[in-house]
């Protein structure tokens, strides 16, 4: 069976867990956030806004530049599209500092990210899949509501981030401490629920996997590339450039597999895709940020 056809196996009970954690996520995330770090953007916009290009804007087009030339399979097409279309990761801010770059420049790109997710993720996903046949006509097989979408989305990053940002601006010192053990909490849990999830479709991972390998490690290359040159053109400082890199390509690819389970029923190349692209760009964020951690 060919890797289109295919379905990942994933009870509701599991999905609505992992809509949970997502949404925990989030929320720790957002418990280390202070309406100072979108202040301090404003200050100094142009880092942030050409960060945030190459996010929103320029990774969606490469990626639709990189299925024209390599030609996946739909639903492999599909998952690179969805992923490109996800806001930033939450490791992204630790990975920043660990490679000596911006952090406070990560951390307001990460929060605004995430805040245009609520409509750009859907938006992106629904428009740049809609260009291309194959994939179009997976779009119109499921009819696919950029609403129902946005108000998923909305309820697992939106709403916890508000509610993040509150309690911390209220009890900072709680928001400290739970801060820490919450990060750290959730990714394992994301972690535990990628290994459970190809546990139990072990066959159709050792089967499909090399499918997706490359592509997914080409995609993910292609993203850091876009964040650092494209703000190396513009003359941005070199710390800038390592925070925007890594926020470029480390990717929420949890939201991206929730997603894929919502709203097309866990088609197998999208799966993979994002499950390999949440370990993957672990593994790249860490070598590269060692790589600059010894740099000046």
């Known amino acids: ?26 929320f720790g995330v957002a418990l280390d956030l202070k309406l100072e770090d979108f202040k301090r953007t404003l200050k100094t916009p142009k880092p942030a806004f050409i960060g945030l290009a190459c996010q929103i804007l ?32 939450n490791l992204s ?12 420049l990560s ?12 409509i750009m993720t859907p938006l992106n996903t629904v428009f740049w899949a809609s260009l291309y ?59 535990l629920f990628i290994i459970v999830m190809l546990a139990n479709n072990f066959n159709v991972f050792i089967e499909h996997v090399g499918a997706v390998v490359v592509i997914v490690i080409l995609h993910n290359a292609t993203a850091i590339a876009i964040g650092y040159y494209a703000s190396r053109v513009f003359k941005v400082a070199e710390r800038d450039r390592r925070a925007i890199a890594i926020e470029v390509g480390i990717q929420n690819s949890g939201l991206g597999l929730v997603l894929i389970f919502n709203f097309f029923g866990g088609i197998g190349g999208m799966a993979l895709v994002a ?22």
């Not at 801010?93 to 911006?102: E, Q, R």
């Not at 370990?279 to 000046?296: E, M, N, P, Q």
Request: charged share 10%; with cysteine.
């Open 133 to 191: 046949g194959p994939t179009k006509e997976i779009i119109n097989s499921f009819s696919i509501s950029a609403i129902d979408m946005f108000t998923t989305i909305f309820f697992m990053l939106g709403l916890p981030l508000v509610l993040g940002m509150f309690i911390r601006s209220k009890m900072p010192r709680f928001a400290a401490r739970f801060n820490q053990m919450m990060m750290k909490l959730s990714i394992v849990i994301f972690i």
């Open 1 to 26: 069976m060919g890797i289109d056809n295919i379905q990942v196996n994933f009870s509701e009970t599991a999905l609505l867990v992992m809509n949970i954690v997502i949404g925990f996520i989030m």
């Open 107 to 118: 951390i307001s790109m990460s929060a605004i990210s995430t805040v245009l997710a609520i």
């Open 93 to 104: 801010n630790f990975l920043t500092h660990f490679a000596k770059g911006n952090t406070p």
């Open 58 to 89: 320029l990774l969606p087009a490469f990626t639709y530049l990189l299925v024209l030339i390599i030609q996946p399979r739909p639903s492999i097409a599909l998952g690179l599209f969805l992923v490109a279309a996800c806001p930033g990761g």
């Open 275 to 296: 499950a390999f692209w949440g370990i993957w760009h672990i593994v790249s964020g860490l070598i590269i940020a060692t790589f600059w951690s010894r740099r000046i």
